[in-house]
Nanobody, 126 residues
Framework: QVQLVESGGGLVQPGGSLRLSCAVS????????LSWFRQAPGKEQEFVGA????????YYADSLRGRFTMSRDSAKNTFYLQMNSLKPEDTAVYYC???????????????????WGQGTQVTVSS
Protein backbone atom coordinates (compact mmCIF):
# COMPACT_ATOMS: atom_id res chain seq x y z
CA GLN A 1 0.00 0.00 0.00
CA VAL A 2 1.52 3.28 -1.10
CA GLN A 3 1.92 5.97 1.54
CA LEU A 4 2.68 9.63 1.01
CA VAL A 5 3.81 11.85 3.86
CA GLU A 6 4.22 15.59 3.43
CA SER A 7 6.35 17.83 5.58
CA GLY A 8 7.97 21.24 5.52
CA GLY A 9 4.98 23.53 5.80
CA GLY A 10 4.87 26.48 8.13
CA LEU A 11 4.57 30.22 8.46
CA VAL A 12 6.66 32.40 6.14
CA GLN A 13 6.70 36.09 5.33
CA PRO A 14 5.75 37.37 1.89
CA GLY A 15 8.72 37.07 -0.45
CA GLY A 16 10.15 34.16 1.50
CA SER A 17 10.74 30.56 0.50
CA LEU A 18 9.75 27.11 1.69
CA ARG A 19 10.58 23.62 0.55
CA LEU A 20 7.93 20.96 0.98
CA SER A 21 8.80 17.27 1.03
CA CYS A 22 6.73 14.24 0.11
CA ALA A 23 8.16 10.93 1.29
CA VAL A 24 6.88 7.97 -0.71
CA SER A 25 6.77 4.39 0.55
CA UNK A 26 5.20 1.21 -0.74
CA UNK A 27 5.08 2.41 -4.35
CA UNK A 28 5.43 -0.46 -6.82
CA UNK A 29 4.34 1.44 -9.94
CA UNK A 30 7.09 2.12 -12.46
CA UNK A 31 5.07 4.63 -14.46
CA UNK A 32 3.47 7.30 -12.34
CA UNK A 33 3.24 10.99 -11.64
CA LEU A 34 3.85 12.52 -8.26
CA SER A 35 2.01 15.81 -7.99
CA TRP A 36 1.27 18.63 -5.64
CA PHE A 37 -2.17 20.12 -5.22
CA ARG A 38 -3.26 22.86 -2.86
CA GLN A 39 -6.48 24.01 -1.31
CA ALA A 40 -7.00 27.45 0.17
CA PRO A 41 -9.86 28.16 2.59
CA GLY A 42 -13.14 28.45 0.75
CA LYS A 43 -11.60 27.50 -2.60
CA GLU A 44 -11.43 24.39 -4.72
CA GLN A 45 -8.34 22.24 -4.73
CA GLU A 46 -5.99 23.22 -7.54
CA PHE A 47 -3.09 21.61 -9.35
CA VAL A 48 0.35 22.97 -8.49
CA GLY A 49 2.90 20.79 -10.26
CA ALA A 50 3.93 17.25 -11.14
CA UNK A 51 6.92 15.08 -11.92
CA UNK A 52 6.38 12.15 -14.21
CA UNK A 53 8.30 8.94 -13.77
CA UNK A 54 10.31 7.40 -15.31
CA UNK A 55 10.96 10.14 -17.88
CA UNK A 56 11.26 13.00 -15.33
CA UNK A 57 9.01 15.41 -17.21
CA UNK A 58 7.67 18.24 -15.07
CA TYR A 59 4.42 20.13 -15.31
CA TYR A 60 3.33 23.29 -13.51
CA ALA A 61 0.26 25.43 -13.15
CA ASP A 62 0.78 28.33 -15.51
CA SER A 63 0.29 30.86 -12.72
CA LEU A 64 3.04 29.28 -10.61
CA ARG A 65 5.65 28.55 -13.25
CA GLY A 66 8.92 30.28 -12.42
CA ARG A 67 8.27 30.50 -8.69
CA PHE A 68 7.66 26.83 -7.86
CA THR A 69 10.01 23.99 -8.79
CA MET A 70 9.67 20.25 -8.28
CA SER A 71 12.55 17.87 -7.81
CA ARG A 72 13.23 14.35 -6.63
CA ASP A 73 15.83 12.55 -4.51
CA SER A 74 15.73 8.98 -5.77
CA ALA A 75 17.92 7.68 -2.95
CA LYS A 76 15.46 8.96 -0.36
CA ASN A 77 12.37 8.28 -2.50
CA THR A 78 11.29 11.80 -1.68
CA PHE A 79 9.85 14.52 -3.88
CA TYR A 80 10.21 18.20 -3.20
CA LEU A 81 8.35 21.39 -3.99
CA GLN A 82 10.56 24.45 -3.77
CA MET A 83 8.43 27.57 -3.40
CA ASN A 84 10.04 30.98 -3.85
CA SER A 85 8.77 34.56 -3.76
CA LEU A 86 5.79 33.42 -1.75
CA LYS A 87 2.65 35.53 -1.68
CA PRO A 88 -0.25 35.62 0.76
CA GLU A 89 -2.40 33.99 -1.92
CA ASP A 90 -0.14 30.93 -1.76
CA THR A 91 -1.57 30.21 1.70
CA ALA A 92 -3.18 26.78 1.53
CA VAL A 93 -2.94 23.17 2.58
CA TYR A 94 -0.56 21.45 0.19
CA TYR A 95 -1.08 17.80 -0.70
CA CYS A 96 1.08 15.37 -2.62
CA UNK A 97 -0.62 12.65 -4.63
CA UNK A 98 0.22 9.78 -6.95
CA UNK A 99 -1.23 8.99 -10.36
CA UNK A 100 -0.41 5.61 -11.90
CA UNK A 101 0.18 5.31 -15.66
CA UNK A 102 -0.34 8.99 -16.33
CA UNK A 103 -0.94 10.60 -19.67
CA UNK A 104 -0.42 14.30 -20.15
CA UNK A 105 -4.13 15.08 -20.35
CA UNK A 106 -4.86 13.51 -16.95
CA UNK A 107 -2.03 14.89 -14.84
CA UNK A 108 -3.94 18.00 -13.76
CA UNK A 109 -7.11 16.05 -12.96
CA UNK A 110 -7.27 15.32 -9.23
CA UNK A 111 -9.96 12.66 -9.73
CA UNK A 112 -7.40 10.42 -11.45
CA UNK A 113 -5.11 10.19 -8.42
CA UNK A 114 -5.27 7.08 -6.27
CA UNK A 115 -3.14 8.00 -3.27
CA TRP A 116 -2.91 11.19 -1.23
CA GLY A 117 -0.90 12.49 1.68
CA GLN A 118 -2.46 14.12 4.71
CA GLY A 119 -1.45 17.63 3.69
CA THR A 120 0.81 20.28 5.13
CA GLN A 121 -0.24 23.84 5.94
CA VAL A 122 1.58 26.74 4.32
CA THR A 123 0.77 30.22 5.61
CA VAL A 124 2.25 33.31 3.99
CA SER A 125 1.75 36.31 6.21
CA SER A 126 3.62 39.20 7.74
Amino acid sequence: QVQLVESGGGLVQPGGSLRLSCAVSGNSASSYALSWFRQAPGKEQEFVGAIRRPNGATYYADSLRGRFTMSRDSAKNTFYLQMNSLKPEDTAVYYCARLVNPITSTIRNRDRYDAWGQGTQVTVSS
